[in-house]
């Protein structure tokens, strides 16, 4: 029979203990690391940057799906009809974009620049004996434009404010229709 003596059992004991603690740190170490990446599922990403990307992104999409149906139903003389169907075909999306970073403390004040419209009809829009299409206009924020006795919308004039916890930004966009 072999006996151990209580020295040996001493300085086992304390390789296990040494070998526990070193094995508990670099688990402890690699969880920090873990975390400090922002990869941890309880981790979300915090959207303070204040762009109105997304914003402008999704007005294109409803600028393009509220003035397709227009020529068809508004004849030039109806216009300003035209331009209030445009309106009230995006104020519920524009209602959901005012509010939809609220969770991450950003707002959007979106509202038509009729100033900015007016600048971009009479920029973009020809004139003279030789244009292809007839007179545009900017009402509201909506430039429309006449096309063979028909209303059709050209673009809308956008601005938007955001605000964060951190910044304000004011960008004024033209959505044109892409139709």
Known sequence: MVRVSDDATGTRGQLVLLAA????FALATGALAYL????HPDVEQRIDDGSPDRVVNALERSVHDAASPIPA???WDEREAAAAAIEDSLEPRIE???VSELEHSVVHDISYDE???ATWADENCP???????GECEALGGVVVQERAGETHVLGVAIRIRTTTDRTQRETTVRVTDRG
Do not use: E, W
């Open 115 to 117: 100033s900015a419209a």
């Open 21 to 24: 603690a070193v094995i508990a």
């Open 127 to 133: 004139g003279g004996p030789d244009r292809q299409f």
């Open 36 to 39: 400090q990446v922002g990869t």
């Open 96 to 98: 959901t974009l005012r």
């Open 73 to 75: 139903a508004y004849d």
